[in-house]
């Protein structure tokens, strides 16, 4: 027999089974598109399977079944999602997925059953859906959303260029001007301008090796999560992946077939499941932590050596302001730069840009003078 303990789980664990069922047959009836209509009744139906298991063993154990009524937050979802759409309570539930996707893992009960996998299961399904359903839409018109975003690699690319390239501009010509205020030499101003530099691009390139180092290991992670996951469950690996298709658009019959077509291969199915489900690339891992380092080095490099390259020609007022005139053109070309990413018009950009920097600038010369005075 089970203990109090065992029993207050189970019944729990029936509570949540039975909110997060009620939940999902609310999306499918406000849910215009099929497909997804079809999908939350599925997820509600692996729900309702595993209610009735924790009934059964809440009987086996000489209790009676409770009641059950919805709590306010699962009425307030359903009444959210009947009235303005399914897809706006998405970020919602994707986050209780997400904490409840593993609250399966120690209890033996659910393992016996293959409940853990089919939690963390759903949990990529809803992650999924939350992108894929922007404002709604789904089916064949997500398929030419998908491909919009995958697009925009570039535009991620350049953004992350500019934006490196004017925290080394801005930080490097706020620390120079600082300098400056205090009436130092210039070969003093000189040096403090390399020092920033490396200080500055070397915390740059250490900080994003760290950041794509650990999602690499994070995804490599979730790989051998999901190698283990469809060896000892490749049934449920086969259903999510066929909810992801539906999802895309195609029938659940074609869903189901493709999707067993792709897992049959041995060779290919983890790849398909990394890339499907998961959103990774096998083979990239999402880069190289090395070249992310160095490209963040010498792009924060780039900028910062903007303001401080004059001072190797000597100082006074005269190098001051052409490091200023220099540093200005050099903030006006970024957020040029910045108008490809975000189109906004170019003087709106550019003209901000350089506000920013000059009231930064100012600050730290101002800040230099005062303090040098006091110290002279």
Do not use: C
């Not at 999707?259 to 291969?265: G, H, I, P, V, Y």
């Amino acid at each position: 027999m089970a203990t109090e303990a065992d029993i207050a789980r189970f019944k729990a664990n029936l509570r949540d089974e039975r909110e997060s069922s009620t939940l999902y047959k609310a999306l499918a009836a406000a849910e215009k598109d099929p497909h997804l209509a079809e999908i939350y009744q599925r997820l509600a139906g692996v729900e309702d399977r595993h209610a009735t298991h924790w009934e059964d063993y809440i009987r086996q154990n000489g209790q009676s079944v409770p009641a059950y009524q919805a709590g306010w937050r699962i009425r307030a979802l359903s009444f959210l999602a009947g009235h303005f759409g399914a897809a706006t309570v998405l970020p919602m539930v994707t986050s209780m997925e997400k904490g409840a996707s593993h609250t399966y893992d120690q209890q033996p009960e659910a393992q016996a059953l293959g409940m853990p996998a089919e939690e963390r299961s759903h949990a990529r399904v809803f992650s999924y859906l939350r992108t894929a359903t922007r404002g709604g839409i789904a089916g064949s018109t997500l398929a030419q959303l998908e491909g919009r975003h995958r697009n925009t690699g570039g535009g991620n690319a350049l953004r992350a260029a500019v934006l490196g390239a004017s925290d080394g501009l801005t930080s490097n010509m706020s620390l120079v001007m600082g300098v400056a205020g205090a009436d130092l030499s210039g070969h003093a101003i000189l040096l403090t301008g390399i020092a920033g530099l490396l200080a500055g691009a070397l915390s740059m390139a250490i900080g994003e090796w760290l950041s794509v180092q650990s999602a690499r290991e994070l995804y490599a992670h979730q790989i051998d999560v999901e190698r283990q996951e469809l060896q000892d469950v490749p049934q449920e690996e086969q259903e999510e992946l066929t909810l992801i298709y539906q999802a895309k658009g195609l029938q659940e019959q074609e869903a189901q077939d493709l999707a067993k077509r792709l897992l049959s291969d041995k060779d290919s199915a983890l790849d398909t499941l990394a890339r499907e489900e998961l959103g990774i690339d096998p083979d990239e891992l999402g880069g190289s932590a090395w070249q992310a380092a160095i490209t963040s080095f010498l792009l924060f490099a780039a900028g910062a050596v903007i303001p401080a390259a004059p001072f190797a020609f000597g100082g006074g007022l005269g190098i001051v302001a052409i490091s200023l005139a220099l540093s200005i053109v050099g903030l006006f070309i970024i957020g040029a730069g910045i108008t490809l990413t975000t189109g906004v018009p170019l003087f709106k950009a550019a003209g901000r840009q350089v506000l920013f920097g000059l009231a930064a600038a100012g600050i730290t010369f101002g800040l230099g003078r005062l303090v040098g005075g006091r110290l002279g």
